[in-house]
């Protein structure tokens, strides 16, 4: 993947003719920060690694933080990290959002883990975080992501406060997005991922015209925040009216091409966990859900999911790449060729940090009121909408200018406004 990730740098460097110096930045991380600790896990002390990566950030750290979510997930290593922090260095510029891209994670499966486990592990990383002086609201701002979410945020936070008689951290409520809205969260952050790809996704279709406004069909791929709450939103009775027709988690899935309720399959789920033993479609697996003959097809799950090996059998007219990195460079490409449009997650994933940005600078600043909660969701949807609609139509106009697929268009960019930045930084020529 790093390999990958690095070779589309390098052709965006070549199309822009940026300098050398820029391209050997850009296509390394600024650092990597790993160090164990030692929870207790089944009642014994175990060693577990802690990683975090900063890529590189354009704007003036200490003023301006590196910005990035923090999973807990096996498939976490350092490698894996390094993309995913480069990912978010992109998916920041193309949203003008004032920070760097970084990534975090650890190692474990959350499902094998107590809550007493989780927050013990938190704690105990945040306290070595903070040693580190790497998490602070001006140089390193941590998210939700992966196997976490606003109460494992909520941990972080709290040891951070605790930390902070000592620390004198200033905007300490900075420190870390994705709280829970009664500490300091913001509202419209739990499904701000959803709810922004949603709004690329219906823009993309109105600039482009390559499907009908009313009842597209859809698959999702991956039942998590991301996943579930773009199940909700999308059967939007006023526009659009989406038709989702087929969801899975990672061992289970469900299809049926009249289009499925979401309230009762959300309903089935909570209940037993699985898919599995749902009346009322067929029953298919995540690989199966990925070839459907559907208008719209949603990886939302994690990396490495449309390849090499099955990207020619999908059928979908639009792939519209929630997860990270859930698309590989060669599905990419097989994808343009089959004139399948692919709107990657740099462009499509980035409405969680983007309401991340709001809840961030609310922080630093002014405090609000339980009454107040409202009129700054309303606040948040709207800034969400304007973003996210700026994001994809400065992509597709670029695409339309240079001729390129929205992909290879999101990282032009991308690379572009970062090269712009990091010239102003750095004085490259």
Not at 6 to 23: D, G, M, P, R, V
Not at 130 to 137: D, E, G, K, W
Not at 416 to 428: A, F, L, P, S, V
């Amino acid at each position: 993947m790093l390999k990958e990730k690095i070779e589309q740098f390098a052709k965006a460097c070549n199309y822009l003719n940026t300098s050398t110096e820029f391209f050997e930045d850009i296509s390394q991380v600024k650092a990597v920060f790993e160090f164990k600790i030692r929870p207790t896990i089944d009642g014994k002390q175990t060693v577990l690694p802690i990683i975090r990566v900063w890529h590189c950030n354009p704007h003036s750290t200490g003023a301006r933080p590196y910005k990035g979510g923090f999973r807990f997930h096996p498939g976490v290593n350092v490698e894996l990290l390094k993309v995913l922090s480069m990912d978010m260095t992109e998916k920041c510029a193309i949203a003008d959002l004032p920070f760097g891209g970084s990534k975090g994670g650890s190692p474990i499966d959350v499902r094998k883990l107590t809550k007493e486990e989780l927050r013990d592990i938190t704690e105990k990383m945040t306290k070595e975080f903070l040693r580190h002086n790497v998490l602070s609201p001006d140089i390193d701002v941590f998210g939700p992501d992966v196997g976490t979410n606003s109460e494992t945020m909520f941990w972080v936070y709290n040891k951070v406060a605790e930390e902070n008689l000592q620390m004198r951290l200033p905007n300490v409520a900075a420190v870390v997005t994705g709280k829970p809205i009664e500490h300091d969260g913001c509202p419209g952050r739990e499904d701000a991922t959803s709810k922004g790809g949603l709004i690329v996704l219906k823009e993309f279709i109105k600039l482009s015209k390559c499907l009908p406004e009313k009842g597209a069909t859809l698959a999702i791929q991956g039942f998590g925040n991301v996943g579930s709450n773009l199940a909700r939103l999308a059967p939007d009775r006023v526009e659009f009216n989406f038709n989702v027709v087929a969801v899975s988690d990672e061992n289970s899935g469900l299809y049926n091409e009249a289009g499925l309720d979401f309230l009762s399959i959300e309903a089935w789920y909570k209940e037993h966990k699985t898919f599995r033993g749902y009346k009322n479609a067929t029953e298919i697996s995540n690989e199966e859900l990925l070839l459907l003959p559907v208008d719209i097809l949603v990886p939302a799950a994690i990396e490495n999911q449309i390849t090499a090996k099955n990207a020619s059998k999908v059928k979908a007219k639009v792939v519209l790449e929630l997860a990270n990195e859930a698309v590989t460079q060669e599905a990419h490409h097989i994808l343009k060729l089959a004139g399948i449009h692919d709107i990657p997650g740099i462009t499509a994933n980035s409405g969680g940090v983007v309401v991340s940005f709001i809840e961030w600078a609310r922080n630093r600043g002014s405090r609000w009121h339980t009454v107040e909660l409202n009129k700054i969701g309303e606040f948040v949807d709207e800034e969400l909408r304007k973003i996210m609609q700026t994001v994809i139509r400065n992509v597709f106009e670029k695409s339309q200018i240079l001729n390129l697929t929205i992909n290879e268009a999101a990282h032009i960019l991308a690379v572009e406004k970062i090269y712009e930045k990091m010239k102003q930084k750095h004085g490259y020529k």
